[in-house]
C-alpha cells in the first residue's frame, strides 16, 4: 500500500514531471516533497500553492450546482486546479480522505514535455489510491 | 605622535532576540540542544509534550489538540469498536493504529496524513509560549510506532510560521483559549461550508480546542477558522464573569518588568 514518498515518487513519473509535494491548504505545510520546487523553495511554493487552493476551495463560484452540500461533510468542493504558464504547469488535485483534513496533490510539469490530460487523469487515481483501502 | 586611546568598554552581554527568532532554537533553546545531541525521550512543557527519537520529532501530544485517533474514529475513518479493540490488543495507540493499516483498514497514506497532521498541531501547542521551564526525561520510553520523524528544525520553523498565520488573520489570541460566543453582526459575512460547521458548535460554553475535538478536525485548522470568524465579526470569546469576590491584595500584584525579567531569568536557566 502505497504511503506519501511513494504516491510522490509515482507523480514524478509522469511525463516533463519537475516536481511534486503533497500540501495542506489550510495550514500551508508541505506534508511530503519530491524533485525540483518552482521558486526553488519547496516550504514557500507550498505556502503559495495552499493560498490558491483555500481560495479555489472556499469560494461558492467554484463549488458544484449543489453548493458541495452533498456528499457528506468531508466532501470536497473542487477536484483539482490547473494553471498554466509560458514554459510549465501545475496541477493541483483535492484529496479527498475519509478524516476531516485539507490536503492537495501538487505536481509541477514542464509544458514542452507534460501532457496535462494524462496528468489530471493519473493524479485523480494517486489521490484516491493514497487514502482510500 | 601618540595616540591615546581608551579601551571600549566590553558589552554587556544581551541576548540577542531578534537572532534567536529567525534561526532555530527561537522557541526553545533546550529543545535545540536535544536536537543537537540526538537524544531520545520526552519533553514534557506546560501546554503538551514532544517525543524524541534520534534528536527527531516523532510524535506529540496537547490537551489542546485532538489525537490522531480523534481525528480517524470522528468520521467514522475506524469505528469506535475496532479501535478499542486493537488498542486493547497491543496496549498502545501506535501499536494499534500499526495493527489497523495491518488488517487494511487504513491505508499507509492515510496514516501518515492522518498522524503527520496531528503531529504539527500538538506540536504547534506544545511549543507555545509557556510560563513554566519544560522537563526532558530521557529514555526509550517512545513505542515503536514512529511513522515519520519530522528534524526540530522544520518543527520550529513550522511552528513560528502559524503564529503569524494566525497573527495575520486576526491579532487577538484570546479566542483561542475562551470559550466563544456568536455575534450578530449588522450584515453577516458569507461564511465556508468548513466555517460553517465551526459555527454551529458555537454556544457560549465549547472553546475552540472543543470544538476541534467535536467536529475530528485539527486544532490549528480550527483556529484559523475560529480566528477568520472573529475577524468577520461573527464569533468573540465569552467575556470574562465580573469578579464579585475582594480584589486582590496589592502584595501580590507584578509588574510587568518583574515577569521580563522572570523570564529572562528562565530563558538564562534553560540554555545553560
Redesign the interface.
Known amino acids: ?4 514518498d ?2 510522490l515518487l509515482e507523480a514524478m513519473r509522469l511525463p516533463g514531471a519537475r516536481g511534486a509535494a ?1 500540501v ?1 491548504w ?4 508541505a ?1 511530503g516533497v519530491v524533485g525540483e520546487s518552482p521558486g526553488g523553495d519547496h ?1 514557500a511554493a507550498a ?1 503559495e500553492a495552499a493560498e490558491l487552493a483555500r481560495l479555489a476551495a ?1 469560494h ?1 463560484a467554484f463549488a458544484p450546482g449543489d453548493g ?2 452533498l456528499g457528506g ?2 466532501a470536497l ?1 473542487v477536484e483539482d486546479l490547473i494553471l498554466s504558464n509560458r514554459d510549465s504547469y501545475h496541477l493541483l488535485r483535492f ?1 479527498p ?7 492537495f496533490l501538487h505536481v509541477w510539469l514542464a509544458r514542452a514535455e507534460g501532457n496535462l490530460a494524462l496528468a489530471r487523469i493519473r493524479l485523480g487515481e494517486m489521490a484516491g ?5 | 605622535m601618540t595616540v591615546i586611546g581608551t579601551t571600549p568598554p566590553p558589552r554587556l552581554p544581551v541576548r540577542d532576540r531578534s537572532a534567536a527568532h529567525e534561526g532555530a532554537g527561537g522557541l526553545s533553546p533546550m529543545l535545540t540542544r536535544l536536537a543537537a545531541e540526538r537524544a531520545t525521550g520526552v519533553l514534557v512543557r506546560e501546554h503538551g509534550s514532544l517525543h524524541l527519537a534520534d534528536g527527531e520529532v516523532v510524535h506529540a501530544e496537547s490537551p489542546h489538540a485532538p489525537g490522531f485517533d480523534v481525528l480517524l474514529t470522528t468520521h467514522g475513518t475506524l469505528d469506535a469498536t475496532t479501535w478499542q479493540e486493537a488498542l486493547a490488543q497491543t496496549g498502545s495507540k501506535s501499536g494499534a493504529v500499526r495493527l489497523v493499516v495491518d488488517r487494511g483498514r487504513l491505508t499507509a497514506g492515510a496514516l501518515e496524513l492522518c498522524h503527520l497532521g496531528a503531529l504539527f498541531d500538538a506540536a504547534y501547542f506544545a511549543l507555545a509560549p509557556s510560563s513554566t521551564p519544560g522537563r526532558f526525561r530521557y529514555g526509550g520510553g517512545h513505542q515503536p510506532g514512529t511513522v515519520r520523524p519530522v528534524t526540530v528544525d522544520v518543527m520550529e520553523r513550522e511552528t513560528l510560521r502559524r503564529r503569524e498565520l494566525l497573527r495575520r488573520v486576526w491579532p487577538d489570541p484570546l479566542a483561542d483559549s475562551a470559550p466563544l460566543i456568536r455575534v450578530a453582526p449588522a450584515a453577516a459575512p458569507a461564511v465556508t461550508a468548513r466555517q460553517s460547521a465551526v459555527l454551529t458548535l458555537v454556544n457560549g460554553v465549547r472553546t475552540a480546542t472543543d470544538i476541534a475535538r467535536e467536529l475530528g478536525r485539527q486544532a490549528f485548522h480550527t483556529l484559523v477558522d475560529v480566528r477568520r470568524l472573529a475577524a468577520a465579526g461573527l464569533v468573540a470569546p465569552q467575556p470574562p464573569p465580573v469578579r464579585v469576590s475582594p480584589p486582590v491584595p496589592a502584595v501580590l500584584s507584578v509588574s510587568d518588568p518583574d515577569i521580563t525579567l522572570l523570564k529572562r531569568l528562565r530563558d538564562a536557566l534553560e540554555a545553560l
Open positions: 500500500m502505497p504511503g506519501i511513494e504516491c503533497l495542506d489550510t495550514s500551508g505545510l506534508l516550504e505556502v472556499e461558492r458541495g452540500a461533510a468531508t468542493p484529496v480522505t475519509p478524516f476531516d483534513s485539507s490536503v489510491r493514497l487514502v482510500l483501502a
